[in-house]
């Protein structure tokens, strides 16, 4: 069953500085997503991204992250100065329309430790 | 705007008793409702979802969630416990022209032999 792929599991970093977190979603889906969950909170939105370009985002989602899709099939998340309140899971997902009703699948997450 | 509510951050349940995770929604419009699974280690897995058909919804695993539009509810369900059913349980909200969800806190269930 195809499935949504993140790497890395785990990463720590220095803060300050960047990180990019990868994706490969499901191969013919149309809609990519990040959200985060730091520890102990809820899983939140970060962004959507449907025909290159974002579709929505949050108030958490400021000039210091973007994403991007590099190929056909990788879907990027970079941030780019770290700040300790950076540290959480970062979940990216799929779907294979644009309609609300649609199943988003996700990946196993990236840890993003910043210290 | 959307939002939900799980009642219970923790839920510990005997084998083969029944299982019940209660989420409560908001909505401004007709919404759709979610419930994913997340094992240790993985990614969250949906469970079932309503999107405005049948209000008893079954998913898999034998789960099944009820859409109670006068509670605003969409309880999720199983009637006996097996030791495989460890896990994160979240409830989520979408709504027409939305592509986001919205999640709850999340709802840990612990079964115990």
């Known amino acids: 069953e195809p499935e949504v792929t993140q790497t890395p599991s785990h990463q720590v970093t220095q803060m300050g500085q960047e990180v990019i977190l990868r994706c490969v979603p499901i191969?013919?889906?149309?809609?990519f997503y990040w959200y985060r969950q730091i520890l102990g909170q809820k899983v939140e939105f970060l962004v959507s991204?449907?025909?290159?370009?974002?579709?929505?985002k949050s108030e958490i989602f400021d000039d210091q992250f973007s994403v991007e899709r590099p190929d056909g099939s990788n879907f990027t998340l970079k941030i780019r100065s770290t700040k300790l309140e950076d540290s959480a899971m970062y979940f990216c997902?799929?779907?294979?329309?644009?309609?609300?009703?649609?199943?988003?699948?996700f990946g196993p997450g990236t840890r993003l430790l910043v210290l | 705007a959307q939002s939900v509510t799980q009642l219970g951050s923790h839920v510990s349940v005997s084998e083969g008793a029944l299982v019940l995770l209660r989420c409560n929604y908001s909505s401004s419009v007709p919404p759709y409702l979610f419930w994913y699974v997340q094992y240790p280690n993985q990614g969250l897995q949906l469970l079932l979802k309503y999107t405005s058909a049948a209000t008893l919804v079954k998913g898999i695993n034998g789960f099944e969630a009820e859409f109670k539009k006068s509670e605003t509810s969409f309880h999720l369900t199983k009637p006996s416990a097996h030791m495989s059913d460890a896990a994160e349980y979240f409830c989520a909200v979408s709504a027409p022209g939305w592509g986001k969800l919205q999640f709850g806190a999340g709802t840990q269930v612990v079964v115990t032999p």
């Open positions: 191969s013919n889906h149309l809609y």
């Open positions: 991204f449907y025909n290159n370009e974002i579709s929505e």
């Open positions: 997902a799929s779907s294979p329309g644009t309609s609300a009703q649609e199943t988003q699948y």
